[in-house]
Structures are given as structure tokens and as C-alpha cells.
């Protein structure tokens, strides 16, 4: 059953779910994408990528659309998510993937623009949910979460961490450091932030910040509320992240425990496919493009009795985009099966006529403001 995807936002993430959504094929079909970008420059920045390689198919743009490969996506150019034409175009998951509209309040103006599901590629205030697939991706429920958070790629990366030990050996408290690539959040060169760290030049420091991370554990497993805690250090890489974790555990473990505990996680169960095992000595360009949530590294693992640290590397965006297409086709797969909706029939004189409808309804905005 393919399910039908709109993305609002065409920056970093919203490029990488495109790419990862192609290579599942008929599973995923990309209906439209949401961006006030020029064309022009979306199309070369799709084609074109600095740590992802050349998408390998020809990309050009239309004034109303990106046509690349075989293939067509509508553009559309709506400033309100409320005006977009979800409904009109059939599409059963938005993944609302442009930074802005994060909050469970912002988001919804999807549902109001007639999607039956909105994914929020972030951290979300009052989501519906906030899912880690491969841990409780599965409590989805199309009834009760219309709009939910696919976490952060870091909660993604730290939360089957945190659950391999706990269900191993039990975790009673713990702190975690990201060793993160740079954002576009930051500054190239020292420039005003509202975070005075963030503010300094982000391809020269190690610049200390926050992370939410550790504490929305608790989003994920309950159970960890209140016992988990961290920070993150921006480092000068463009992707290729470390999650580095120091826990106090119910029992004594060695580091054979350990990292067998996590060997046999990634071999079988629900975290195969979510964490990888190595114990070869890897850096951190050897995980980019890797779209494992954590790559977990069996020779920095170390034990002092109960007290222990454990490591995972992750692609902050190839493995975080990897896992958001995961868990929009099980729970736009979900949602549409509950819902039983007919997909509309996929062709350019229905796009256009939703295109005209979202543009009539910005116009006759815009003229109301006027009065």
C-alpha cells in the first residue's frame, strides 16, 4: 500500500527524506513539496549535495515543479500551512520538515489544510507523541496522534542506547554527551545568536550547548524521567555525530557484557537494522551516508564496576532522515489503513487544479488583509 507524502520545508532534512524516500520505491509516493525557495536553486541544491555526492539523476526545474529523474514533483509556494492543498492532493502524511512550525499548535495547520497526519522532523512542544522507531514506534495510534514528533536524529541515536542497557542490566541515572556536527543553526563566522555560544564561528570551535536529547528520553521511555540528563559539543564537521554516554547501572556489568548485550541487540529483535555493531576503529567520516540511528563502537566501550560509558556514532541527517521515512510509511501506512481513504488518481490536471485552489485562497488573503 503506498502511502502519499507532502513535505513542508526543502532544507537539509527535507532534501535527505527525498533522497531516502526514492530508494524505497513503489512503498512512497512524493506528492508535493511545500518551500517559498527560488526553484531554480532548490533543483541544483537537490541534484548537487556537499556530503551526500551527486543525487545521480537529472534534476531540472519547471516554474511549477522539479521534474527529476522520470519523475515530477509539484512544488507548491504557500506561506500559511493552512492554505496548502493536502486534502485536495490526497496526501495521508505531511512531514513537516521546515524548522519553524515545531510546536503541536503550528503544526497543526496541516489537519486544517486536510491532512490526516503530521510528522514533525524535531522535537515537538505538545506533539501527540513523540516516537523513536525500532522502540515504540508500534504505540502509534491514527486515532489518538495526528501530529507527532520523530524526535531528534540525537534522541534517535541515544534512545535504543539508553534501552539496550536498561533492559540488559537496568539504568539508574546517567549523563550523555553529543559530540555534534554543525548546524545551520550557527554561524559561519562570529555573528549575533541568541545562544552567545552559537554565536561564534562554528567551522573554528568546539562550541558547549544544550541539548534536549537526554530529557526527552522520557518522551520515549517513561521510565527514564527524571534519571538522564546532558549536553552537546558543535565540533567543525559538516555530518558524522557521537553520542557519548556515562551511566550508572542496577548491576555490575564488564565491557564483554556489554558490548555483547549490544552485538546481539543489532544481530536480532526489534533494534536490528537500528543500531549497527562494529569494533573496528572508526572516525567519524566513516559513518557518513551509514543509515543505522547509531553505530555502536564496541572499543570505546569501558566499565568501572556499575559506573560504565558507552559510545554511537550517527549521521545527524542520512540516519535521522533514514528513520523519519521509517516511520512515515508505518504510520501513514497505519492511519491509511484505519481510514480506508481511496488515493486520488496521480495526474497533473488534479495537482493543478489543488495548485490554483492553494493560490485563489493566499490571493483572497492577502485581499482581506488589504481591506
Known amino acids: 500500500m503506498t502511502v502519499r507524502v507532502g513535505i513542508n520545508g526543502f532544507g537539509r532534512i527535507g532534501r535527505n527524506f527525498f533522497r531516502a524516500a526514492r530508494q524505497r520505491g513503489d512503498d512512497i509516493d512524493l506528492v508535493a513539496v511545500n518551500d517559498l525557495g527560488d526553484l531554480r536553486t532548490m533543483a541544483h541544491l537537490l541534484k548537487y549535495d556537499s556530503v551526500l555526492g551527486n543525487l545521480g539523476d537529472q534534476v531540472r526545474a519547471t516554474s511549477t515543479s522539479l521534474e527529476?529523474?522520470?519523475?515530477?514533483?509539484?512544488?507548491l509556494q504557500v506561506r500559511d500551512p493552512s492554505e496548502l492543498p493536502w486534502g485536495e492532493l490526497g496526501v495521508d502524511v505531511v512531514v513537516e520538515s521546515t524548522g519553524f512550525f515545531t510546536s503541536r499548535e503550528q503544526a497543526a495547520a496541516h489537519l486544517d489544510a486536510g491532512a490526516p497526519l503530521v510528522v514533525v522532523s524535531a522535537p515537538s512542544s505538545g506533539a501527540d507523541?513523540?516516537?523513536?522507531?525500532?522502540?515504540?514506534?508500534t504505540t502509534f495510534d491514527p486515532r489518538a496522534h495526528k501530529v507527532v514528533s520523530n524526535a531528534s536524529c540525537t534522541t534517535n541515536c541515544f534512545v535504543p542506547m539508553v534501552k539496550v542497557l536498561d533492559d540488559t542490566f537496568g539504568v539508574k541515572q546517567g549523563f550523555m554527551t553529543t559530540v555534534h556536527a554543525y548546524t545551520g543553526d550557527q554561524q559561519l563566522v562570529d555573528g549575533p545568536h541568541s545562544d552567545l555560544r552559537r554565536a561564534r564561528?562554528?567551522?573554528?570551535?568546539?562550541?558547549?550547548?544544550?541539548?534536549?536529547a537526554a530529557r526527552a528520553t522520557s518522551l520515549v521511555l517513561e521510565s527514564m524521567k527524571g534519571r538522564l540528563d546532558g549536553m552537546s559539543l558543535r565540533v567543525p564537521v559538516a555530518t558524522g555525530s557521537?553520542?557519548?554516554?556515562?551511566?550508572?547501572?542496577?548491576?555490575q556489568a564488564t565491557v564483554d557484557e556489554i558490548n555483547d548485550a549490544f552485538r546481539k541487540a543489532a544481530r536480532s529483535g526489534p533494534l536490528k537494522g537500528i543500531i549497527r555493531y562494529t569494533d573496528d576503529p572508526i572516525v567519524s567520516s566513516d559513518i557518513i551516508t551509514d543509515a543505522h540511528s547509531c553505530i555502536f563502537d564496541a572499543g570505546l566501550t569501558m566499565s568501572l564496576g556499575a559506573?560504565?560509558?558507552?559510545?554511537?556514532?550517527?549521521?545527524?541527517?542520512?540516519?535521522?532522515?533514514?528513520?523519519?521515512?521509517?516511520?512515515?510509511?508505518y504510520a501513514g501506512g497505519k492511519a491509511r489503513r484505519g481510514s480506508a481513504r481511496k488515493a486520488p488518481a496521480k495526474t497533473a490536471t488534479k495537482r493543478s487544479a489543488a495548485k490554483k485552489s492553494a493560490a485563489k485562497?493566499?490571493?483572497?488573503?492577502?485581499?482581506?488583509?488589504?481591506?
Open 307 to 329: 559506573f560504565v560509558k558507552v559510545a554511537g556514532w550517527y549521521d545527524n541527517e542520512w540516519g535521522y532522515s533514514n528513520r523519519l521515512v521509517d516511520f512515515v510509511l
Open 201 to 212: 564561528g562554528a567551522a573554528i570551535n568546539i562550541i558547549p550547548t544544550s541539548t534536549g
Open 68 to 75: 527529476v529523474g522520470d519523475n515530477t514533483l509539484e512544488v
Open 129 to 137: 507523541g513523540t516516537f523513536v522507531y525500532g522502540v515504540n514506534h
Open 361 to 371: 485562497k493566499t490571493a483572497a488573503k492577502k485581499t482581506a488583509a488589504k481591506r
Open 242 to 251: 557521537l553520542t557519548d554516554f556515562n551511566a550508572v547501572l542496577n548491576r
